[in-house]
C-alpha cells in the first residue's frame, strides 16, 4: 500500500525530472516549452492537494506543531505559486524562461527538503496508530490532485474553504486550456 509520504515523494521527484528536461534542452524551445507546461501542470494540482489533504492532517494529528508546521508549508507554497503563476505565462524562447525557472526551483528544491525530511516524517508517525489512515490519505491525495486547477492561482490563498471554492471555479477553465497546450508525449498530462 502506498503511504501519503510516497505519494508526496513521488510527485518531487516528478517535478525534479520534468525541471531537468528543461534545463538540459537549452536549445530545443518546443522541448523545454512542452516539459515547462508539465511542471505547471504537476506543481499546482500537486500544491493544492498538500494544502487539502496533507496539511489538515498535520493540524489533526500533530497539535500546536502541526498547525505550525501547515502555516509554515502553506507560506512557503504561495511564494512559489507567484513565481509559477509568472512562469506559466512565459515562453521558452524568453531570454528568462531557463533563468526563471532555476530561481522558482531553488525556492521549491528548499520546500521539498524540508517537508521530506521533518514533516513528512513526523505525519507518518502519527499515523502509524491509525492503521490504514496514511494509505487512505495518499488516496485522497490522488483523487483531490484530479478536480483541482492545472495552473497557479495564488489569488485563491492556500485555504480551504475559500481556495477550494476557487478551485472548482478554475478548474474547468484550466483544463480546457490545457487542450491547447503542448505536453511531453509520454505524459499523463495529454
Known amino acids: 500500500m502506498a503511504s501519503i509520504s510516497n505519494a508526496i515523494i513521488k510527485d518531487h521527484r516528478e517535478l525534479k ?9 537549452p536549445n530545443d524551445h518546443d522541448h523545454q516549452q512542452r516539459y515547462g507546461n508539465q511542471f ?17 492532517a498535520l493540524e489533526q494529528y500533530l497539535g500546536d506543531r502541526g498547525k505550525q508546521m501547515a502555516d509554515h508549508d502553506r507560506q512557503e507554497h504561495h511564494k512559489v505559486k507567484e513565481m509559477l503563476k509568472e512562469f506559466q505565462n512565459m515562453s521558452s524562447s524568453d531570454d528568462d524562461y531557463v533563468p526563471y525557472i532555476k530561481k522558482l ?3 521549491l528544491e528548499e520546500h521539498i527538503k524540508d517537508e ?26 490522488g483523487r483531490t490532485k484530479a478536480f483541482v486547477p492545472t495552473r497557479s492561482h495564488p489569488e485563491a490563498g492556500e485555504n480551504p474553504p475559500f ?8 478548474a474547468p ?18
Open 17 to 25: 525530472q520534468y525541471y531537468e528536461e528543461i534545463i538540459s534542452n
Open 40 to 56: 505547471v501542470w504537476e506543481l499546482a494540482r500537486h500544491s493544492v492537494g498538500e494544502e487539502l489533504v496533507v496539511y489538515p
Open 105 to 107: 526551483w531553488a525556492s
Open 116 to 141: 521530506e525530511e521533518h514533516d513528512l516524517p513526523a505525519l507518518e508517525k502519527e499515523l502509524l496508530a491509525a492503521h490504514g489512515e496514511s494509505s487512505s490519505m495518499a488516496q485522497s491525495f
Open 163 to 170: 481556495q477550494t471554492v476557487m478551485g472548482l471555479l478554475t
Open 173 to 190: 477553465i484550466d483544463i480546457v486550456a490545457d487542450i491547447f497546450r503542448k505536453f511531453p508525449d509520454e505524459t499523463v498530462a495529454k
